[in-house]
Structure formats: C-alpha cells, structure tokens
C-alpha cells in the first residue's frame, strides 16, 4: 500500500506530549512538559525546556533536546546523511544506534561522565572540569552530536 508522508507538529505550553506512529516532517515540543514520541519515522525533532524527552523506535534523522531534564532516544534505523542531534544542559542524554551505524561521532559534557560502547577516544581535561570524545565509526556517512553541560552521556548499540 502506498502511505503518504505528512507534516506533523504538535506542540504544549504546560503539559505532556504523547505521540505514537507517524511519517514526514515530525515535530514535537513542550514548555513545561514530557515528550514522549514512539514508532515514528522521517524527519523528527523533538524539545522541551522543562521536562523529558524520550523517542523509542525512531527510523529516520533524530533531533532530541531538553534544557531542563533527561534524553533519552532509541534509533531503530538512521536515514539520510543529516547529522543526528542529542542535548540537555541540565539531564542525562542516553541514545542508543543501530550497530552498522556509520558516523563521525562528537560527544561533550562538563560536568558529568561519559560512555560509549563504539570505538573511540574519550578524553578527560587535564585541569579543569569536562569530558569529551570524538571518533569516527563505519563510514561516517553523518554526524552523532550529544552534549549536556551537567549530565551523564551515554551512546551504545541497540
């Protein structure tokens, strides 16, 4: 069968997005809620400023973003060559990839730990606060950017 791809976009000032399924340009944000966006394919950005967000199943190009609260994004399948995007200044950012993915990965927080189950370098400053790693895995077909100023990172294989 044939299925068309829409524009969705959904938005809240104070309360809790739940979105299941979808295909096109998905965009969902609140200001003072969750977000929570499952089974989704295309491409999806989702945000808040004062809540979580959390994406399961997601195939497509992902954006994920918080200011105030954790991330949490489960990649069924990446398309495309559009970087994929993952932060919070104040939460955890955990996301987790297709195996094969091929990316050049950049990954940054300052004052929280740091771990990636893909091959490459994790440095830890000399002086001062913060931790970085940046690697390149399969191809590098796009970028995988995660970055929290005080949260854990966590990048794995799904």
Do not use: Q
């Not at 105030?68 to 990446?78: H, I, W």
């Not at 990316?103 to 000399?126: C, Q, W, Y």
């Amino acid at each position: 069968p044939y299925l068309m791809a829409l524009n969705y976009d959904w938005a809240s000032v104070s309360g809790n997005i739940h979105v299941d399924g979808g295909n096109g340009t998905i965009k969902a944000r609140s200001v003072s809620g969750n977000v929570t966006l499952k089974n989704a394919t295309g491409n999806i950005s989702v945000s808040c400023v004062s809540g979580e967000v959390s994406v399961e199943g997601a195939k497509g190009t992902v954006t994920a973003k918080s200011t105030s609260g954790n991330v949490k994004v489960d990649l069924a399948r990446v398309d495309g060559t559009s970087p994929l995007e993952f932060s919070s200044v104040s939460g955890n950012v955990v996301v987790s990839v297709p195996s094969g993915v091929g990316a050049d990965v950049e990954m940054s927080t300052l004052s929280g730990s740091l771990h990636t189950d893909f091959p490459i370098n994790v440095e830890e400053r000399k002086y001062g606060p913060g931790k970085s790693a940046k690697g390149r895995v399969g191809d590098g077909a796009r970028v995988v950017k995660m970055t929290s100023v005080s949260g854990n990172l966590n990048l794995s294989r799904s």
